[in-house]
């Protein structure tokens, strides 16, 4: 009898899925989790076989650690790339955990000493072993970004150097042309060297892309460069899904310069997923994203905290179990989803 993460994955499949129909899973496997033992091909085979055998059809995976990447790239810069202070890698081990930390710097030391793609390999393990591949670019990642003033272990050479493309909150201006050709060009890179199925957009990490209080004014220019995203993927010739991941309001989607009706409208996407900051809800507004005569399917996506507590300065989150995810899953598609996305899974299901 299948247990742990392998067995909820196939009684949630098997408690919301139609008889018959086809949907995907996508399960996020959450930036660096696939790296917290190690970064040996041994390691990260063992990483991805709890999906297999499980109603899960594609795995989304995260090449980007803040503003820095965790592939060795030609276009942007890995993460752990610049010498930092003791006391700034000090920092990140507190700001992000110890397991995280180790995760990231692991990364990037399996490159330096032994010329290792732990991510590329981690997505050839996943392809190979059947599953459908994205890649899931956090639009805005700003882990750690503010430590050594913007100098740090998670930013790279184009952040560092271009200051005043930033916005205040320290992610990067997408209103700057120049900001919007990178992350195209990173893109390209990405699709060119890996076996990727598609690409997310996740849009969802993070909030903002353009400077306070211009968000609504940009909506035509975030379009226009899905519009890019989408050209420079059919230049690739060969067939590729691309998604994007955009947080549960439309008011607040328009807003923040998101207009994920006009991309439906416009056939710049192939799947949209819903969903809130690292928050698992039982009510995800997925009809009022849905554009019917477009095609494109609507997901629930669904995080892992449901409450917690603050101690201190601490915030204690209360982690989702499977039942919680089962009744969750179940209201998005009695909801209105055309399928179910994950972001993260908590550890006890991670085992």
């Not at 990447?69 to 006391?87: A, I, W």
């Not at 192939?270 to 997925?286: K, T, W």
């Not at 989150?317 to 908590?346: C, H, S, T, V, W």
């Amino acid at each position: 009898m299948p247990t742990g993460r392998r067995a909820f994955l196939l009684r949630l499949a098997s408690s919301v899925l139609p008889g018959g129909s086809r949907r995907r899973l996508i399960y996020n496997y959450h930036a660096w989790a696939p790296f917290y033992q190690e970064h040996s091909e041994k390691a990260i085979r063992a990483a991805i076989a709890p999906l297999l055998n499980t109603q899960v059809t594609t795995l989304a995976l995260s090449p980007n650690v803040g503003q820095s990447l965790s592939y060795p790239s030609r276009v942007g810069e890995m993460c752990h790339t610049p010498k930092v202070s003791e006391q700034a890698l000090a920092n990140i081990y507190k700001g992000m955990g110890d397991i995280v930390a180790r995760a990231a710097y692991g990364v990037a030391e399996a490159w330096r000493s032994k010329r290792l793609d732990a991510f590329g390999l981690l997505v050839k393990t996943a392809v190979d072993a059947g599953l459908e591949v994205f890649a899931s670019f956090r639009m805005n990642d700003m882990h750690m970004v503010l430590n050594e003033g913007g100098q740090g272990a998670y930013t790279d050479a184009f952040y560092r150097t271009h200051p005043q493309w930033r916005l205040l909150r320290r992610g990067l201006n997408y209103a700057i042309p120049e900001v919007r050709r990178y992350r195209l060009a990173i893109f390209e890179e990405l699709l060119t060297r890996y076996p990727f199925h598609g690409l997310e957009l996740d849009f969802v990490r993070g909030v903002p892309f353009f400077p306070k209080g211009t968000g609504e004014q940009n909506c035509a220019v975030m379009t226009a460069f899905l519009g890019e995203v989408r050209a420079m993927m059919r230049r690739l010739n060969r067939r590729l899904i691309l998604t994007a991941r955009v947080p549960s309001s439309l008011a607040g989607c328009r807003k923040a310069g998101l207009d994920p009706i006009a991309w439906q409208r416009g056939k710049l996407i192939d799947l949209l997923a819903v969903g809130q900051f690292l928050h698992l809800f039982y009510r995800l507004p997925v009809r009022d994203f849905k554009v019917p005569e477009s095609g494109v399917p609507v997901y629930a996506s669904l995080d892992y905290i449901v409450g917690g507590v603050w101690t201190g300065d601490m915030f204690l989150a209360r982690e989702a179990n499977a039942e919680m995810y089962r009744g969750a899953a179940a209201a998005a598609y009695a909801a209105g989803a055309d399928g179910i996305q994950f972001d993260k899974l908590p550890a006890p299901l991670l085992t």
